[in-house]
């Protein structure tokens, strides 16, 4: 995915996505938000999730570390943080042709569900978003366009007990290393 | 006897203080229940229990200038043990006095439930976690949700301290959460002790200042509660079991 650098809006650690997803929302921001997670030695841990936004409302994903895109690259991206975000503001104008690629579009909720694991937040962005962009699946909160529900998506999730180790294994070594630095 | 429970999610909006509150008074049925407000630094179990005028808090026995009993309130069949909100409060307060606060509260209840806070970025966030017996996690149907519920699990565990179970709350219709519960519980230590519904009355509940199974007792999400309650089994301790846990050495040896 190529877009053009930006202004640089914002940039600072977050430990919860749903703010910046919040925020983004809240300021309707055009532009795009580059997460980098802190956790570099989980799986997909590598590389940034990038995400673009109209007016406050996501339109494209993109992973740099898995190369993927659309819903795939908010599974690369979940996994716990903090992460790193800096928001980019850009004119509309200068998404208008990295938008034209719709295989890396996701459903307007579909971030604050994944990411930030937010239902209620994930209602109000596709009340944000224009019809055009609700597709008649979209519209019922499980479902999304590429026939992957909410549900599925948590499944599949669960389904990668590789994954979920990591997740594990790396909680395990961090609570230990605080443990002296807290001088429980 | 008495078993401290510390109600944890790593991520905030679960509905951890609901949850903490409803299940106490689910609990109070058969046991003596006190619940405290150990999120120090973003309180509000005292919005919840109609506590928000209440003159001494759990912030000012932290910082030395009351004692326990004059920060804990009989409410709604719970003894309530609630924070302050105001900045100089949370600087105010030593949290490691939280240690003897609980000690002190467990020679006169059968459970305690600490509200603790939904990070673990800081050592105050954690001690909750490490000073329980065991952990109730709150988790909502999500991804991020239940990975960093993983995450307090892992804490709470390298801490020597146990899961209890799970609690899947807000839970929409749309969510199946038969099959992503059965699947969570394979990375848990602790079965699900209930799925609550995402509730338009807990959401009353709290506008009025008033705990769920006050405000609507036989809604659909106050049952779960009481499903809950049902499904966790207390385990025995004496309080001089707790107050030596709390007064000793909290992180095993082998760290």
């Known amino acids: ?184 | 006897m008495v078993e401290v429970f510390a109600v944890a999610s790593g991520k905030g909006g679960t509905g951890k203080t609901t949850s903490t509150v409803a299940l106490g008074m689910a609990l109070s049925d058969r046991y003596d229940v006190t619940v405290v407000d150990a999120d120090t630094g973003m309180a509000n179990l005292l919005f919840h229990a109609g506590l928000s005028d209440a003159e001494t808090t759990l912030h000012d026995v932290l910082a030395d200038d009351a004692p326990v009993e004059a920060a804990t309130y009989d409410r709604f069949g719970l003894t309530v043990v609630p924070c302050g909100t105001s900045l100089d409060g949370f600087r105010n307060a030593d949290p490691d006095r939280l240690r003897d606060v609980i000690a002190a509260l467990a020679e006169d209840t059968d459970i305690i439930l600490l509200d603790s806070p939904p990070a673990l970025d800081s050592r105050t966030a954690v001690l909750p976690i490490v000073l329980a017996d065991r952990i109730v996690v709150v988790l909502q149907p999500t991804i991020p949700a239940i990975s960093d519920g993983l995450k307090v699990q892992e804490y709470a565990t390298t801490y020597d301290t146990d899961v209890a179970g799970l609690l899947f709350n807000k839970v929409r219709e749309s969510e199946s959460i038969e099959q992503v519960s059965e699947k969570t519980e394979r990375y848990f230590d602790g079965p699900t002790l209930a799925a609550v519904p995402e509730s338009e009355r807990a959401r009353e509940a709290r506008r009025a200042g008033r705990p769920l199974l006050a405000h609507a007792p036989e809604c659909e999400a106050a049952t779960a509660y009481r499903v809950a309650a049902e499904s966790l089994t207390v385990r025995d301790g004496t309080a001089a079991d707790a107050a030596d846990r709390f007064q000793s050495a909290v992180i095993p040896e082998s760290l």
């Open chain 1, 1 to 184: 995915m190529k877009l053009p650098r930006g202004r640089l809006d914002k940039s600072r650690v977050v430990t919860d996505p749903r703010d910046t997803l919040a925020d983004v929302l809240d300021r309707e921001l055009t532009g795009y938000a580059v997460f980098e997670s802190q956790e570099t030695l989980l799986l997909d841990g590598e590389g940034r999730g990038v995400i673009t936004f109209t007016d406050g409302v996501p339109v494209l994903t993109y992973h740099t570390g898995t190369d993927r895109g659309g819903p795939p690259a908010l599974a690369d991206l979940a996994i716990p943080g903090p992460y790193h975000v800096s928001l980019y503001t850009l004119d509309a104008a200068d998404l208008e042709s990295a938008h034209e690629a719709t295989d890396l579009r996701v459903p307007p909720g579909m971030p604050a569900e994944r990411l930030g694991g937010d239902p209620a937040l994930a209602d109000s962005t596709r009340r944000a978003a224009p019809d055009e962009r609700l597709s008649a699946t979209d519209d019922d909160a499980a479902a999304a366009e590429d026939g992957t529900t909410e549900q599925s998506a948590v499944e599949a999730f669960l389904d990668d007990a590789e994954k979920i180790e990591a997740i594990k294994q790396q909680a395990r070594s961090e609570a230990r290393e605080r443990a002296q630095q807290w001088e429980f």
